[in-house]
């Protein structure tokens, strides 16, 4: 196919952007578009001057629709990826891919049934010091990681009012947000056996945890230790990750990357400095190249779900007050 | 499967000894070649079996997981970025680039894009040179006290000379090869360097001679002759040479005097003709091979970053009279 024709199920300001990028990629046109919401729905039909669907179920049936972005917010992706997947549309779908693990299983199950792709947006990885310290961990400078810590706390209006601030359409702080620091953390450590999460809700302006503390051990025999915070004015972003034979850290979306092997001089790399394609035009070309080429996908429903898993131990350590295997979670 | 490899420009006459080794690796495959020289493309395309590109982007756009980068040394940033951003592994000429924030950016374009970026030296391949390294490295002959090394060779002119294309004249281009051994046989860094340097071998706007005395950062010191000085007579390129002081020995290295001495009425002169191995497709058996099992390319784009820092701290070296730091 020369152009790929989507559907866009969700036209908030997420799915708009990936919709947007994928028309400036010049590899894709929107066909379609699809939202609950009256105004964002005229805003993305008159924006890609694209027909407007009554439905989830409408869009993907359409015969102009050869691939579907589930932009909604997560409560709703199953039923958005169980409709593209059954009219056997390949799918982008933004993280976190469901709010349960049960919901992915079912996502993953529908998708390899009806054989199409299941992609999921777990962007973060490849933002520039994320990619970067992947690289200097596989270039071997710094050993193998055993330990990472990943701070990110912030104040986000959006989260304290409207959709988001709702765990029935959010799913929370850990999925809504944080299902990319532990989809980091995965992509650094590798697969995660145990989580034990400390929660608070000390603002109450959403409905569910603003506040948590994530202990994570892997298969390597490493830790991790998230601190994340949607409740604080003063922003900070920091990742630390010990090595075997040195340690690295970062500021995440800003400022600067240094490692230093035990018996090195110190590197650092300013993200101002790293030049390539933005990460977002880098998820959505793996996912049009998967698309139109077969090519593999950066990330896949497994990557997806796992997160998920991840956030879900959480979640039932914190109600629990006990440390939860992540078998626990995956058995379900 | 095999390695399916684009070459991005044949601005420099090693990519013709890289396209030649490529056809010759079983599990690589040359895809095709793209160059600013549209004519070059198509020549060198027809030269080595396969197609010529419109562009860069075009052959960016094919179905390959790497590139050679073979253009002037100038343009080593912009086509190494490009690749990066395309996904594409990428075996770089050397010198690495010709300026320090050049290089940085590359590698750091690279480590973002998650694709490995390997420097191209050769002479690490040479199979006299392993044997020097594993010499050095059983310890037999103790540490390593002082080094001797001669990288000289005939003016390649064209390009080479022009600074603007080239970043300097005999230092950049020859330098960078006997660092990077002397770094990886010793295993530290160049802290200082002094440096002189002349144009009298041309009387051009280029230095053809450079002769620097390097100190290393855990005691080791050396001096290195860089220069474009063989004459056009001279029966070969040139050569590569090491003296290595240790505390217990002296191990010579002469890493070209595998030839055949030939006396050609036809080509009027004396040849040295190389029957030894082949240094270059070595090196690109372990590029491919890094890209085929996704393991670390054995020369990086920072022992790349390293060496050109030396031959900068030369010419401000030369330019200031004064022992100048690397970094």
């Known amino acids: 196919m020369d152009y790929v024709n989507i559907g866009v199920i969700g036209c908030g300001n997420m799915a708009r952007d990936l919709a947007r990028r994928c028309v400036k990629l010049g590899r894709c046109r929107v066909a379609a578009v699809t939202d609950p919401d009256p105004e964002s729905l005229a805003a993305a039909a008159s924006e890609f001057m694209a027909d407007t669907a009554a439905s989830a179920e409408e869009l993907c049936n359409r015969p102009d629709v050869d691939a579907v972005i589930v932009g909604s917010p997560p409560g709703a992706h199953l039923d958005n990826v169980l409709a593209a997947a059954a009219a056997r549309r390949p799918i982008f779908c933004e993280k976190p891919l469901g709010v349960t693990v049960a919901e992915c299983d079912q996502m993953i199950a529908a998708c390899d049934e009806a054989g199409v792709l299941l992609f999921v947006g777990q962007v973060l990885r490849l933002f520039p010091l994320f990619a970067y310290s992947r690289s200097v961990i596989n270039e071997g400078h710094i050993g193998e990681p055993r330990a990472i810590s990943v701070i990110r706390a912030g104040y986000g209006q959006a989260f304290h009012s409207g959709w988001r601030a709702k765990r029935k359409l959010a799913g929370g702080l850990l999925l809504e947000v944080n299902v990319h620091e532990l989809d980091y953390m995965r992509f650094i450590m590798g697969e995660p056996v145990r989580v034990y999460a400390l929660m608070d809700n000390i603002m109450r302006g959403m409905d569910y945890e603003d506040q948590a503390y994530v202990l994570l051990e892997f298969e390597n025999g490493g830790t991790g230790c998230l601190h994340t915070s949607m409740s604080s004015p003063i922003g900070e972003y920091r990742v630390h990750l010990q090595s075997t034979k040195g340690n690295l850290v970062h500021g995440g979306f800003s400022g600067s990357l240094r490692y230093q092997p035990v018996d090195g001089q110190v590197t650092e790399v300013l993200q101002a400095d790293i030049s390539g394609l933005n990460p977002y035009d880098r998820e959505l070309s793996s996912w049009i190249e998967a698309i139109t080429n077969d090519a593999k996908p950066l990330f896949t429903g497994h990557d997806g779900r796992m997160a998920v898993a991840m956030a879900e131990c959480a979640y039932r350590s914190a109600d629990e007050k006990r440390p939860v295997a992540v078998s626990e979670v995956l058995a379900t | ?327």
């Open chain 2, 1 to 327: 499967m095999s390695v399916r490899i684009g070459i991005m420009s044949m601005a420099h006459m090693h990519a013709y000894s890289y396209a030649g080794a490529i056809n010759e690796i079983a599990e690589a495959e040359l895809v095709g070649i793209a160059d600013h020289d549209l004519a070059r493309a198509r020549e060198s395309a027809a030269q080595f079996s396969t197609q010529a590109f419109a562009s860069y982007e075009d052959l960016l756009k094919a179905d390959i997981q790497a590139v050679v980068i073979g253009s002037e040394n100038v343009r080593h940033r912009e086509l190494c970025e490009m690749a990066a951003a395309a996904g594409k592994h990428i075996l770089c000429e050397k010198p690495l680039a010709t300026t320090v924030a050049d290089a940085e950016a590359m590698i750091a374009a690279c480590r973002y894009a998650g694709v490995q970026l390997m420097t191209a030296f050769p002479c690490r391949f040479s199979p006299a040179m392993a044997r020097l390294k594993a010499t050095v490295d059983s310890g037999q002959a103790g540490a390593i006290l002082a080094i001797r090394g001669t990288n000289r060779g005939r003016c390649p002119f064209g390009w080479f000379v022009q600074k603007e294309l080239s970043g300097g004249g005999a230092v950049i281009d020859h330098t960078v090869h006997v660092t990077d051994l002397m770094r990886w046989i010793t295993g530290q860094e160049v802290a200082e360097v002094y440096a002189e340097t002349s144009n009298r071998m041309f009387g051009q706007d280029f230095e053809d001679i450079g002769f620097l005395t390097m100190a290393f950062d855990k005691g080791v010191f050396a001096t290195l002759d860089s220069s474009w000085s063989r004459p056009k007579s001279f029966p070969t390129w040139g050569d590569v040479t090491m003296n290595v002081t240790c505390e217990r020995g002296v191990l010579t290295l002469d890493m070209f005097s595998q030839n055949l001495v030939v006396y050609s009425d036809r080509t009027g002169g004396v040849s040295w003709v190389p029957w030894g191995s082949n240094i270059d497709l070595l090196m690109l058996q372990s590029f491919v091979a890094a890209v085929r099992d996704g393991t670390p390319v054995p020369i990086t784009g920072e022992d790349g970053l390293r060496a050109v820092e030396v031959a900068l701290a030369a010419y401000r070296s030369a330019e200031s009279g004064k022992v100048v730091a690397v970094r």
